[in-house]
Each structure stands twice: as structure tokens, then as C-alpha cells.
């Protein structure tokens, strides 16, 4: 992890951008130092650098020292210490939000419906809808993707939700190891005639049957999607998978040959299922 990187993650957890340079100087001197040689250490314009100090002071992430000269040297919090005062203060902060916020929150004037500007925005949302099942998660999906929302699905199934997945890839458990759930190949369609015909990997993720993510990735790397809280939107995605799930299990069943001579000798469900079945 870059230095950057560890910048970024403090500013994350509530420093600012100065604050996190000052207090990173303050660990990689290994010695108390003045103002001025964190200043030139870190970046900070000398001009706020002492009012940027006087701030970890009080957030009790570093600590004044003062001289028989009455200068000022900085000793930081040691950084092990640091995590955990900010684990106790943002799993305290945490709980008691669980019991405020949903005492101020209005009730929706209509169902939420948003666009997803990009295909991380739309794994982030996904992510969210996994973490937030209880009953059930629905889920057709890409390897790619999958690899993407592996932890919080395992999470989801060890906290019991039902979990069933609509996997186009070739592993029967795409997850790989302990089963999580009912997990399906999709190989009634083979994906690359799937991929073929719609033009991009569908991506679908129904939690609870009452909020949904819903898009595609292009092969070119672009990617759409939108989310829904809509519980009749989100009620037919989960359709969509199980209704999948049900046509591939009796694929297995029966056999896929036997099952494309019922549809080819029914106009009905022939014109149902469309073309790129094989």
C-alpha cells in the first residue's frame, strides 16, 4: 500500500487531507518534532500547520510536548492505537445511529428508482443489496462480477439467507469451496451464445424480493444499470432468476434435447423463448 493510499484510507475514517499528511509525518519521524519539520516533512503549508497539529491534538491522535525552552515538539498517537480508538468511536457512533436515523426519516413519497453511472457504482449498490438481504438473495450473474460480491454473498449465507444463484460460467459452485446455496451453471444456453445474442453480461440481484440492482457490461467495458426499491420491480427480477433456475433444472432433468423438441413442437413456447437457446 502506497502512501497515498494510506492517506486516503485516514481521510476515510474522518482526517482531513492535512491532518492525515501531519499525523503520517509524526509516525515516519520516529522522534518528536516542532511544527516546522512537520510542515516540510508532510506538505503542510507552514501557515496551518500548527493549527492542523492543534487538531490531532484534540482528536487525541498526537500529543504536545513542551521543552524547559518552551518550544513544542509533536509525538503521535502510536498507529495500532489510533485504529482502535477509531473502530470504538465509529462502532459507537454506529449503534446509536441505528436507533436516531430511522426516527428522523420520512416516509418515501414513491418507490426509489436510480441510474448507476458506471459498472463500479453498480457493484457498489450490489454489494449494498447483499449486505442488507435477511430472507433471501437472487442472483444472475457473470463470473466476473461474481468475484466481485464473493465476501458478502458468503457473508449473506452464514447469517442464513437463502441464497440462489444463476452462475454463466462453468463451475457448478462458481464460488468455489463450501457451498453457500443453490448455485447453477447456466447451460441450457450456453453463455457465449447468451453473451451473443443480448450483446453484454446481464447482471441481476433481487434482496429480500423488495430492492434490486439490475444492469450490463458491454464487451467493450462499458456498463449500465439502475437501482430499484420498487418491491413489484424488484418482485419480477426475482422472477426472471428463478424462472431461469426452474428452465435449467428441468433441462437436467428431462435433457436439453428433449426439452427443445416440447418447445419446437409448441408454437407458444417456442415464441416464449426466443432465439439463442441450443
Known amino acids: 500500500m502506497s502512501t497515498q493510499d494510506v492517506l486516503d484510507h485516514l481521510q476515510r475514517l474522518g482526517m482531513s487531507g492535512y491532518e492525515a499528511k501531519a499525523y503520517v509525518a509524526l509516525v515516519a519521524a520516529g522522534r518528536p518534532v516542532n511544527g516546522y519539520e512537520v510542515a516540510k516533512r508532510s506538505g503542510v503549508p507552514r501557515s496551518t500547520v500548527y493549527e492542523t497539529l492543534g487538531k490531532l491534538v484534540a482528536r487525541g491522535a498526537a500529543y504536545e510536548l513542551r521543552g524547559s525552552d518552551a518550544a513544542t515538539d509533536y509525538l503521535p498517537l502510536p498507529p495500532q492505537s489510533l ?3 477509531m473502530r470504538r468511536e465509529f462502532d459507537g457512533s454506529v449503534a446509536a445511529l441505528q436507533t436516531a436515523l430511522p426516527a428522523v426519516v420520512a416516509a418515501p413519497e414513491g418507490h426509489l428508482i436510480h441510474n448507476l453511472k458506471d459498472g463500479a457504482a453498480m457493484l457498489a449498490r450490489a454489494e ?5 438481504a435477511r430472507r433471501d438473495l437472487f442472483l444472475s450473474i457473470w463470473p466476473q462480477e461474481l468475484a466481485r460480491l464473493e465476501e458478502q454473498v458468503r457473508a449473506a449465507a452464514g447469517r442464513g439467507v437463502e441464497v440462489s444463484v444463476m ?3 462453468k463451475s457448478a459452485d462458481p464460488l468455489g469451496g463450501e457451498r453457500i446455496g443453490d448455485v447453477y451453471e447456466h447451460r441450457y ?6 453473451l451473443q445474442d443480448l450483446g453484454y453480461r446481464l447482471v441481476v440481484v433481487v434482496g429480500d424480493r423488495r430492492e434490486a440492482v439490475v444492469g450490463g457490461f458491454g464487451a467493450d467495458g462499458s456498463a449500465w444499470g439502475i437501482y430499484t426499491a420498487d418491491p413489484a420491480v424488484a418482485l419480477m427480477a426475482a422472477e426472471y432468476v428463478r424462472q431461469d433456475i426452474a428452465l435449467q433444472i428441468l433441462a437436467e432433468r428431462v435433457g436439453a434435447e428433449e426439452l427443445n423438441r416440447l418447445f419446437a413442437t409448441d408454437p407458444g413456447l417456442l415464441r416464449l423463448l426466443g432465439r439463442g437457446r441450443s
Not at 449494498?128 to 442488507?132: L, N, Q
Not at 444456453?189 to 447468451?194: H, K, W
Open 83 to 85: 485504529l482502535d480508538r
Open 128 to 132: 449494498d443489496v447483499v449486505a442488507g
Open 167 to 169: 452462475s454463466f460460467g
Open 189 to 194: 444456453s450456453a453463455p457465449e451464445a447468451v
